[in-house]
């Protein structure tokens, strides 16, 4: 065990570190700020969007369901509401990742918008299945936040890779 | 599990199996486990539907876990917070000043009258023999962090179950009505904010009477959900919203919010309680307790009211015979 590169380490590593960052980003979300009627960005799926452009095939749709459900009891959602929004997304990533290979930053930002706005769309449609009222312009404002804080949150998982495979 | 696929067929493949038929396998695999998370996420939202309550022990159970740390986190926040307010009020101070006395002028001739008025309507309800119901203060705690999420208003409450905080109990700040409880854990509960898109609350308008529905957005200000109103009055901007005490759960003439604008159909208003700056609350009983039946027998009939109209089928349970009744059959009325 001891006699084990760096390396294989990084690799178990990989396997926690990506799930354990979204459920930092949901209790995160949860932090007092004075925003009384803002919104804050979906950092979990953020978080789930960036780690598929820096290392595709991580995080399973199926560890995103306990996931998705911390975010949900944390933000006071009914659970079952990002628990169904994250593995939708990864599923479309994946269906997406062949013909997006080879992409440039603008082009990744782009398929970010898109998988930011499906997200939304998805859990409008979970809380309308939950039997909650919908607020559409704030749904609307906080994936635009979402979508505007990409960069950053690529440039950190991006960041966390290189510590975590550089030692 | 995509990703071990090459390690996997390092360890011991059978020797009919080809990478390519590996891949279709695991394709599948996928699909099927990919097609059971959605169905189980689906199914908790059904459930979350057929039964709002199920998911609250859940998330009260975490809220325990998380209002230590809301409540770190929250103190540098609230320092700031009194820092920039204290250098704010500094810079304001003469003319608040003015407008303050002007306005305590105004306040001691209506607050003459209103002791007046109060007086008279003490006296008026002791000869109605009126019983009303009391306000019953259940826990006092501190609100403080607004999960600003795309589609929830809420914020948490330092008092839980221990504290005998239930859901549905009405929550009141200094300014007026805050929201009420929807999540309780054993230290620490979630409330409802009025912004919430959820969030439906029974007001009067305090000037007209006219009775609504405040309802959230999800954005600052509530919609003002009301009947067209015979008569000429019309809503004005200042106009405050009251709780009518409709539905028995919150308690009544509490301030809510103060129309914004009228020209919107529905006219908007912003909640007195600013969702920011939510300090110390007090959680309430529900208003009105709920009736709890005992077996009494139905009021005798009125010897001074009119006939009791001897060959009427069964004794009337509506005691209460008017003198319109007393014209048409008392069948007829149930």
């Known amino acids: ?139 609307l404002l906080q994936a635009a936040l979402t979508i505007l804080l990409y960069p950053a949150v690529l440039g950190f998982v991006a960041g966390l890779i290189r510590r975590l495979t550089d030692g | 599990m995509n990703d071990r696929a090459p390690l996997g067929g390092r360890i011991g493949t059978p020797r009919r199996t080809s990478f390519a038929r590996r891949d279709v396998n695991l394709a599948l695999f996928g699909a099927l486990v990919s097609g059971v998370v959605v169905a189980f996420a689906i199914l908790l939202l059904v459930l979350a539907r057929v039964d709002p309550e199920q998911g609250r022990r859940v998330r009260g ?81 501190v609100a403080s962090a607004s999960a600003a999420t795309g589609s929830v208003r809420a914020a948490t409450l330092s008092v839980g179950a221990r504290d005998g905080v239930a859901p549905r109990m009405p929550v009141i700040a200094p300014q007026g009505l805050a929201g009420r409880v929807t999540d309780v854990g054993l230290t620490a509960s979630r409330m409802m904010l009025l912004t919430d898109p959820n969030s439906r609350v029974p007001v009067k308008v305090e000037r007209l009477g006219w009775t609504g529905i405040a309802q959230g957005t999800g954005g600052p200000e509530l919609l003002f959900q009301h009947d067209p109103q015979p008569g000429g009055d019309t809503l004005a ?37 600013r969702a920011a700056a939510l300090g110390p609350v007090m959680v309430e009983a529900p208003w009105l307790p709920p009736a709890d039946p005992v077996p009494v027998p139905p009021a005798p009939d009125e010897a001074d009211l009119g006939a009791p109209s001897p060959p009427a089928t069964g004794p009337a349970p509506a005691a209460t015979a008017t003198p319109a009744a007393t014209a048409t059959p008392a069948g007829a009325r149930r």
């Open chain 2, 61 to 141: 159970a975490v809220l325990d876990i998380i209002s230590p740390l809301v409540a770190v986190a929250a103190a540098p926040v609230k320092a700031a917070r009194a820092v920039i307010d204290r250098v704010g009020e500094h810079l304001t101070t003469v003319e608040r000043n003015r407008a303050l006395e002007a306005e305590i002028r105004a306040a001691r001739a209506a607050a003459a009258r209103a002791a007046a008025l109060e007086a008279e309507v003490a006296r008026l309800e002791a000869l109605l023999k009126l019983r009303r119901p009391e306000r019953r203060l259940v826990a006092a705690g």
């Open chain 2, 237 to 273: 901007v200042g106009d405050r919203l009251v709780t009518s005490g409709d539905g028995g759960l919150f308690p009544p003439d509490v301030p809510v919010a103060v129309i914004t604008d009228t020209a919107a159909s529905p006219p908007r208003a912003r909640p007195f309680v």
């Open chain 1, 1 to 139: 065990m001891a006699g084990l590169s760096r390396r294989p380490v990084a690799r178990q590593a990989l396997a926690v570190v990506p799930a354990a960052t979204l459920v930092g980003g949901a209790l995160l979300s949860a932090l007092p700020l004075p925003l009384g009627a803002g919104a804050l960005p979906n950092l979990p799926l953020l978080l789930l969007i960036a780690w598929a452009a820096v290392v595709p095939r991580l995080l399973p749709p199926w560890v995103l369901v306990p996931v998705g459900l911390v975010q949900d009891a944390v933000a006071g959602l009914p659970l079952g509401v990002m628990a169904l929004v994250l593995p939708v997304v990864r599923l479309a990533i994946a269906a997406g990742e062949d013909r997006m290979t080879m992409r440039g930053f603008p082009e990744g930002w782009a398929a970010a918008a898109a998988l930011v706005m499906l997200g939304a769309a998805v859990e409008a449609l979970a809380l309308l299945l939950a039997g909650r009222a919908l607020a559409p312009a704030s749904l």
